[in-house]
């Protein structure tokens, strides 16, 4: 595979789990619940491409805090917020996986 096919595969694949992500934030928060903008749940495609389970995870976490907080995050606090639970999961699963390796 040359060096254009698999840049260009990597972006399908960013593509496709952006859609992936997008969907699973609208399928996780109540009706109603503020949406991040495309170019948010493309930007945490490219960063959670390795693991993209984290990003999910931290989704669920934003969910979860939505809901106790009785929906007292505005759009800009969500993002930041599932930014940083993903972060941190993708940071404490790559630590994972480096143990067991070492």
Same mark, same amino acid.
Request: net charge positive; aromatic share 8%.
């Given at each position: ?6 840049? !260009? ?5 960013? %593509? &496709?789990?952006? $859609? ?35 990003? !999910? ?5 934003? %969910? &979860?805090?939505? $809901? ?35």
């Amino acid at each position: 595979m040359t060096t254009s096919e698999k840049i !260009l595969s990597r972006l399908q694949t960013d %593509a &496709a789990n952006a $859609v992936q992500i997008a969907q699973y934030w609208k399928h996780t928060f109540p009706a109603g619940s503020p949406v991040p903008a495309d170019s948010q749940f493309a930007l945490w495609a490219r960063l959670h491409r390795e693991n993209i389970g984290a990003m !999910l995870d931290g989704i669920d976490q934003t %969910a &979860a805090k939505f $809901v106790t907080t009785r929906g007292r995050m505005d759009e800009d606090y969500l993002v930041k917020f599932c930014s940083k639970c993903a972060n941190t999961l993708q940071m404490q699963r790559r630590r994972t996986v480096e143990t067991k390796a070492a």
